[in-house]
Structure formats: structure tokens, C-alpha cells
């Protein structure tokens, strides 16, 4: 990631992200004030969990680990998805589009993911990598097994 964050304090004037054409603009401001990126115009990778507190308006972590968010790439003009989706024994999935894809990919499901970090995106956030799904591997959740021992 440092090397995504040094092109964004190299480019910040061009990118609109802060600074001058004589004094580059923080690396803090970049990549923001605590390990999260709190308020950094760089977005990380990785999303964490938090709340916000009422009284102090700070971030408040929560102990979950972060997740990625992917980008499912669609065909707008035929209602589709250009991402190609597998089942558990490796067959394609034919016709994936938004209204089946609910059942393609249900609540819990288990993915392995493909995936390509090809751009920085700007928007008024900051920049970060899209992450683009390319290809899906769909594991249906089978639930928890409470007929064996898990500890």
C-alpha cells in the first residue's frame, strides 16, 4: 500500500486530493490518522467495523476482523454480469443476472474470488483500488455442525 500512497502524495494536486505544486501534501493526510485510515484521502483495502460515539463523535472499532469489498462487473446493456460465477465443483453459471442473482449467491455464502486491483478510483472520498471480481466460486453454507466438538 505504500507505494498506492506515495503516487497519491505525487499526484495530489492533479488528483484534487490537497496540496500544492510546491509542497506536497501530507502523508498523514493521505493515508490517514490512525491504522484504519480515519480520515485519509487514500481508502485502504481493507474496511473495518466500527461505530460512532454519540458524545466524542471518534470511530469505535469493532472486534471483527475487516472484510474487502469486490466489485461484481456488470453488462448494463443486457442486465447481465461480466464476473463469471462457478458452483462447489467448478461448473459455470449460466444467465447470472440481477434478478437470480440472489439465489446464485445467497446470505452466507462461502466465495473464493478472482480478482483484479487495476485502478486507483478517485471520487470525493480520496482514491482507492476498486478490487473488480473476475471470476466466483460459490460454496453454499451447510450451517454449523453442533453434532461434533468444534474447540
Not at 483495502?45 to 475487516?66: G, V
Not at 478490487?131 to 450451517?143: D, E, T, Y
Request: contains cysteine.
Amino acid at each position: 500500500m505504500s507505494f498506492f500512497i506515495k503516487k497519491c502524495i505525487e499526484n495530489s494536486v492533479l488528483w484534487g486530493l490537497g496540496g500544492s505544486k510546491t509542497k506536497a501534501v501530507g502523508y498523514d493526510s493521505i493515508a490517514g490518522y490512525d491504522e484504519q485510515g480515519d480520515r485519509g484521502k487514500w481508502k485502504g483495502i481493507l474496511k473495518y467495523s466500527y461505530k460512532i460515539d454519540k458524545q466524542t463523535k471518534e470511530r469505535i472499532y469493532q472486534e471483527y476482523p475487516p472484510r474487502l469489498d469486490f466489485e461484481i462487473i456488470k453488462d448494463t446493456a443486457h442486465a447481465t454480469f461480466k464476473t463469471i460465477f462457478y458452483n462447489d465443483k467448478g461448473v459455470k453459471i449460466q444467465d447470472v443476472n440481477i434478478d437470480n442473482i440472489i439465489d446464485i449467491l445467497p446470505y452466507r455464502s462461502h466465495v473464493e474470488i478472482l480478482a483484479s486491483w487495476s485502478t486507483i478510483s478517485l471520487g470525493t472520498y480520496g482514491a482507492t483500488l476498486k478490487p473488480k471480481a473476475i471470476h466466483i466460486n460459490i460454496f453454499l453454507n451447510k450451517g454449523f455442525d453442533n453434532e461434533i466438538c468444534h474447540l
